[in-house]
């Protein structure tokens, strides 16, 4: 079992001058896996991500990780980890290829010219090999970082919410890059801000407050949280937001375009709240719809599973 | 054409926003605010006190190839003076020279064989006075001060049956050598030591913001990441400028010599060795810096913190053997101090290795401990 898991932590704790960043987490991922990372800014998130890779050191809390010691043997989990930070943290003034000859050097790689030919090929980067990496736009600054964590063939890929500020075309090619890399049984360790992007892990935990609330395969979730949802559309609309929001039987409302989702984990509760705004409102069309990924991050992400404590 | 139209719609709002914020940032800028403080007091202290541009104190060696009542006079004289300190009295001459080469004495006061006979006998006999015109500023000062000794040494002596030799010109005569710069020219002294100056100066600013700048630009997080020993960056990260420290003392070789007509007398391999040993402890010293300062504009404030002293306390500007103690002691801190009597004992006195031990010793010393506490300092992880 423990041989399957490429990260295996627990009770992981973090203090910064007294407050407690992240509370006794705990942590288990299987080789392969694309496991994510959700949460609210500031929830530890990025934290967890740094201790496993011993940037941080953690105040307590034991564990392995690719099988060596967290607290003790980080140089090694170091040379066997590819971490991508939030911010681009390569060097500006150097061209993609020296970025990635500088990174190839640190970890100590043979056939480095060969490797960083195959790394800026693989990527698309090849006929801008030259340009400063200060240069590049949001997109190619994250392709060249991913470059960079992935050149000495790491056996897990930390990527602290490798797509932020990133258009959805450029998004999309680097899930496919991190599904290809699965499939070569790299684990994937990814944190996001977005659902469509959750969606494709194969399990979620969610962080709130440096605690994690849901550790769910994400097949699971949906079942997990049970959340029921009703569809309200009709115009105007406005109103029926407010009566929606003011509704104590409606934990969160989320609008899409011209229709509102109301959502609750109350069946009974959010029915009758529904009915009644209906019933103020005769306009509005009603029906009840199955609460989708989307429905279920919204109502993680505002906070509303802080229920779940 | 159009000229800019400017607004005379001043806000006293605006303007406080402006000074209310500059004042947050000044607060929150701990380090800074600091050495806003510190500096005036440092300057102040070290100006005030430690300088002194009248030279007292100096070292001085005498050589006594005679004992009699009036020599002894003459030397409890000048051990009782303030403008030279008597620090040894030397029976051999070779051993009176070595101090004078090695700096540990800027004075030599020889009185010959025979001084008293020949005194009476009226054959004005000399006082030989060796200075250490490397520094012509310490070296003149003092000589005008060993004729008055003189004078009130012998004053008394002259009495009852040598009543005689009370006239004038006194019956001895003091003859000066300036060794080392006989024509006392100041930039024999100033531009060596400015080799020394260029090369602090440009070798602590220079790796003072070499983790600094990583921290700013948040290049650290991705370095710490890797495997990276702190060996290898303190290492990688200072050796390149071996080679720019290198390349200035060229520099100002060449143009010591070809414009100032400075001679190198001593042994190149000592100097090398000196200014190797003195540019690992400049980078150290700068490399340090790097692992406190937060941002670059604070390492720039703390290698500017340093480098005021290192002109002032090492004998750059001023003798160093004049300041009071507590300065010297913090003089010997400080590389400057001793890359400055290397280089003035090896391009101007022909020293040698055997020579400028004395101070490549603790310059090591120094080096060494710099680089602990800069590996001391270095955080491998982000906390």
Known sequence: MSEELVIDVRGLTKRFGGRTVVDQFDLQVPRGAIYGFLGPNGSGKTTTIRMVCGLLKPESGEGRVLGFDVLGESLRIKERVGYMTQKFSLYEDLSIRENLEFMARLYNLDRRAERVDEALSSLGLAERQTQLAGKLSGGWKQRLALAACMIHEPQLLLLDEPTAGVDPKARRDFWDQIRHYSAQGVTTLVSTHYMDEAVQCDSIAYIAYGKKLIDASTAEIPKQIGLHAWRVAGRPLQQAQALLEASGGVEMVARFGAEIHACARDEAKLERAVRQVQAEQPHLRIEKIEAGFEEIFIYLMTGAADNFR | ?383
């Open chain 2, 1 to 383: 054409m159009k000229l800019p139209r400017f607004s005379f719609d001043l806000s006293l709002s605006r303007i406080g926003a402006i000074f209310l914020k500059e004042l947050v940032q000044m607060r929150r800028d701990r380090p800074t605010f600091a050495i806003m403080i510190l500096m005036p007091i440092m300057q102040l202290v070290l100006f005030g006190y430690a300088i002194n541009t009248d030279p007292r104190h100096l070292p001085a060696v005498v050589e006594m190839r005679e004992d009699g009542p009036l020599t002894r006079a003459f030397l409890s004289s000048l051990t009782a003076s303030t403008f030279v300190d008597v620090v040894a009295v030397a029976t051999n001459e070779a051993e009176a020279e070595r101090m004078l080469r090695s700096g540990e004495a800027s004075f030599l006061i020889s009185i010959p064989e025979g001084f008293e006979r020949r005194l009476v006998r009226g054959e004005r006999p000399q006082i030989l006075l060796a200075a250490d015109a490397s520094d012509p500023v310490a070296a003149s000062g003092a000589l005008g001060a060993i004729e008055r000794i003189a004078q009130s040494a012998f004053a008394p002596e002259f009495d009852g049956a040598l009543g005689f030799l009370a006239r004038a010109p006194p019956p001895y005569e003091i003859v000066v050598h300036r060794r080392y710069n006989p024509a006392g020219i100041s930039a024999f002294n100033i531009v060596p030591a400015l080799m020394g100056v260029v090369l602090t100066m440009t070798m602590v600013m220079i790796t003072s913001i070499a983790l600094t700048r990583e921290a700013e630009r948040g290049t650290m997080e991705n370095l710490l990441a890797t495997p990276v020993r702190p060996v290898e960056v303190l290492i990688g990260k200072t050796t390149p400028y071996i080679f720019v420290g290198a390349t200035q003392v060229a520099i100002v070789l060449l143009v010591s010599t070809l414009l100032f007509h400075i001679p190198f007398t001593g042994s190149f391999a000592a100097f090398a060795a000196g200014v190797t040993v003195f540019i690992l402890a400049n980078l150290m010293l700068g490399y340090l810096i790097s692992t406190v300062a937060k941002t670059q504009m604070q390492a720039m404030q703390m290698t500017f913190f340093v480098f005021l002293p290192s002109i002032l306390l090492s004998g750059f500007m001023f003798p160093f053997r004049a300041m009071p103690s507590w300065a010297q002691a913090i003089g010997e801190a400080l590389p400057l101090t001793h890359f400055l009597r290397i280089v003035r004992e090896v391009v101007l006195k022909s020293a040698g290795f055997g020579d400028i031990i004395n101070d490549l010793g603790p310059l090591t010393l120094i080096t060494l401990m710099l680089v602990a506490f800069a590996l001391l300092r270095f955080r491998r992880t982000l906390d």
